[in-house]
């Protein structure tokens, strides 16, 4: 090896410690700040302060406010103001049973699940026929960040296929991956020779050829399908199938959103994902990571249905929506009695599960709702910059002889930010201009705090609660809405004004 030990580089080491020690006493980054020029450049460079913390001017129409004609108040509960309810055996305690504002007349609610379509299917002779192609897929999970990985129908997921309970269907599968698969449709009581288990059931299909899966479908609730391969699951090959009820739930629900959780392992400077790790560093909600993730956007006191589907290859996720307590009302299973309904603000959702929460969006605000592991809230956890992982070496023998081994590189560009050697490196997604404008490029992220695309990432999204009058505008209107604007305007409404502190501007993106 033409590594040669640097003394330069051995004091150097020695001192970061030393300075991080500080950093861990919390003095490092003002010390930097003060002192450093380099430090004073990079924050002029990366945030333009907003001048003074004064709400921008008056932002929709408060008055336009809430529908006509809806019973406010259940049992103490309001729709439209966080409390925690009365009684827990009130049939409204945390808005169990509310009703949405959709009448259980008009049907169920179309199903949504966002940055996926759903699959077209056509009667013929009174079966709903859907054609699904299982094929090699390049997915943005970020601007210009391109994983390669399998999916059905040029997306990853697949399509969401979306059906009633009492449907007959017919699903075409033709497969145009380069090798064998087959679909099993996870939960189903069906004839086993469609059940998709692979050698089992029935012969692989053939690349290029089709297989017919026709069955009646007499359950309802949230289920997937998949490739019975597991290669090809850990690759990506997945979808929704969401069955409904023949009888609409009751209470009736205004929005039924869907989201699948994955994680997948990529080389550094890969975009093939590789199946056989154990761990996992590209972490994705529908396909996309945050800030990418389209927020799920919901109007001020709905109820909301949201299934979450776990189909990562080894890792369980801790689902966690702030400021909304949740109720869990459905698995993978079937709909839970509601005797059974547990009200929760976390729920630990395991591989090839998926879960359905149930809440009256009775808090305004862009709230957090994210994995809760830390290494699935960010990506790219993987060869950090310092000595803990380092390329041809264990650690072990790295720590054996610290006099003999390579030092980290303390040439830092931008020393406001990054630690050498830490996992705080991490946090450091480069958010170039383009990325960034197509992170703001989304109708449903109109209005947020210029600042929020640094704090929402891996498997992280946004539930954004608006009053009726500001959805109008930021999911129907086409005027242009400022950066903060809406969350301005829900801290005038519903927050302490007295307490506003405007977001720093992300250079060049305000
Ligand atoms: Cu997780």
């Not at 698969?181 to 086993?192: A, D, I, N, R, Y």
């Not at 189909?311 to 299973?333: D, N, R």
């Not at 009058?469 to 242009?480: F, K, P």
Request: overall charge neutral; aromatic content about 10%; hydrophobic content about 35%.
């Amino acid at each position: 090896m033409s590594k040669k030990p640097s003394n330069a580089n051995q004091s150097e080491r020695r001192r970061f410690l030393k300075t991080s020690a500080m950093a861990a006493g919390g003095a490092f980054y003002g010390g930097l700040v003060g002192t450093s020029t380099a430090a004073q450049e990079h924050a002029r460079k990366m945030l333009d302060m907003q001048h003074g913390n004064q709400l921008p001017a008056p932002l929709g129409d408060p008055a336009a406010g809430r529908p006509v004609g809806v019973q406010a108040e259940y049992d103490g509960y309001s729709r439209f103001k966080p409390t925690r309810g009365d009684d827990p055996d009130s049939d409204f305690y945390l808005g169990k049973l509310m009703p949405g504002f959709r009448s259980a007349d008009a049907g169920n609610a179309p199903f949504y699940a966002p940055d996926l379509d759903k699959l077209p299917w056509k009667m013929v002779g009174g079966v709903k026929e859907f054609h699904l192609v299982p094929m090699a897929v390049e997915r943005e999970v970020l601007p210009g960040y391109k994983l390669n990985v399998y999916g059905y129908n040029d997306s990853m997921p697949g399509p969401t296929i979306e059906v009633t309970q009492g449907d007959r269907i017919r699903i075409i599968v033709t497969n145009e991956l380069p090798e064998e698969t087959s679909v099993h449709w996870h939960g189903f009581e069906l004839p086993v020779q469609y059940d998709g288990a692979s050698e089992l059931t029935q012969n692989l299909i053939k690349p290029g050829k089709s297989f017919v899966y026709e069955f009646d479908v007499h359950e309802n609730g949230t289920f997937f399908y998949h490739s019975h391969i597991p290669m090809q699951e850990a690759f990506g090959s997945v979808g929704f199938m969401i069955v409904h009820p023949k009888k609409v739930y009751a209470p009736p629900v205004d929005r039924d959103l869907g989201l699948i959780f994955q994680n997948f392992y990529v080389e550094p400077s890969q975009s093939i994902a590789d199946s056989w790790r154990m761990d996992w560093n590209w972490q994705t909600i529908n396909g996309r990571s945050g800030p990418y993730t389209t927020p799920l956007v919901v109007k001020h006191g709905e109820r909301v249905r949201i299934r979450i589907m776990n189909f990562s290859p080894m890792q369980h996720h801790p689902v966690h929506i702030h400021g909304h307590t949740f109720w869990i009302t459905g698995h993978e299973g079937a709909r839970i009695p509601k005797s059974a309904w547990v009200p929760r603000n976390t729920e630990l959702i395991g591989i090839a599960q998926a879960t359905d929460f149930e809440f009256i969006a009775n808090n305004p605000g862009d709230w957090m709702f994210h994995c809760h592991m830390v290494h699935h809230m960010m990506n790219h956890m993987t060869r950090q910059v310092g000595p803990r992982v380092r390329p041809d070496q264990t650690v072990e023998a790295y720590l054996a002889d610290l006099d003999r081994s390579p030092g980290v590189n303390l040439k830092n560009s931008d020393p406001g930010f990054k630690t050498p050697g830490y996992p705080q490196e991490m946090k450091g997604m480069v958010m170039q201009p383009e990325f960034m404008k197509a992170i703001w490029n989304r109708r449903e992220v109109q209005g947020m705090r210029a600042t929020w695309p640094m704090s929402v990432m891996g498997l992280m999204t946004v539930l954004r609660v608006l009053p009726d009058d500001l959805y109008r505008i930021v999911m129907e209107s086409d005027d242009r809405v400022e950066k903060g604007a809406v969350f301005a305007e829900i801290v005038r409404r519903f927050g302490s004004p007295a307490d506003y502190e405007a977001a720093m501007k992300m250079h060049g993106m305000s």
